[in-house]
């Protein structure tokens, strides 16, 4: 049997995309195995909630800390668990060049809007405010520029006349909880490459030609 690919989880808050991602892989829709779970925030219900799961879930804390000492110690933590894809799971810091360089595609990210429309914090609030009809989330690797990299996957959600942040941050939130694990297999699998910023399917290009 082959080995599983090991995922790396960053988390700074109610981890619910971590816990879909978990459920994903104890359901067997998704193959693979979470190696390390790391919160920057101690309060953060998610690193809770993977120490729930019996997984090795670990605190680096980021306050007060210059960036890249405290990315130094994430980085080796990442390192050490041998992880073969991190995934930022509301993870609510920017990550130094160095940080990325170490893991050259091999972060990923999600983010609740159609990228790369509204960027940056309060993206359903930017949606709403902005008057689109329709919004969603954005599986993408991470570069070195914010919500910005090679996008994966893309799900989207109408806005509806009676909608409130709460309201549609419910609804977006569980397209992201499909989108997340979804990009995660499409990336294992090995069958996604990318040509310049597009993440094309290496079956469908070859076919195409
Ligand atoms: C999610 O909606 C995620 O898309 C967003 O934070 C939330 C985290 O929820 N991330 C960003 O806005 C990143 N720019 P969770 O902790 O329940 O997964």
């Not at 509301?90 to 990325?100: D, E």
Request: proline share 4%; glycine share 8%; with cysteine.
């Amino acid at each position: 049997m082959a080995t599983l690919k090991k995922l790396g989880i960053l988390l700074s808050g109610r981890g619910s995309n971590f816990e879909a991602i978990a459920d994903s892989i104890k359901a067997g829709r998704l193959q693979a195995e979470i190696a390390i779970v790391i919160s920057n925030r101690a309060d953060a219900p998610g690193l809770e909630s993977a120490k729930r799961r019996g997984l090795n879930a670990v605190l680096i804390a980021s306050r007060g800390r210059v960036r890249e000492e405290h990315d130094a110690d994430v980085i080796a933590a990442l390192h050490h668990a041998q992880v073969d894809l991190i995934c930022l799971a509301g993870y609510m810091r920017l990550l130094s060049p160095h940080f990325i360089q170490a893991f050259p595609n091999r972060i990923v990210n999600i983010h609740p809007s159609l990228l790369p429309a509204f960027p940056g914090m309060d993206a359903q609030k930017q949606a709403l405010e902005y008057g689109v009809k329709i919004t969603g989330c954005t599986v993408h690797f991470v570069d070195e520029h914010l919500d910005n990299g090679p996008i994966i996957l893309q799900k989207t959600v109408p806005i509806l006349d009676g909608d409130d942040v709460n309201s549609l941050s419910a609804r977006i939130l569980e397209q992201e909880h499909k989108a997340y694990s979804e990009a995660i297999g499409l990336i294992l699998s090995g069958e996604v490459e990318i040509v310049d910023r597009r993440v094309l399917r290496k079956l469908s290009r070859s076919e195409g030609r």
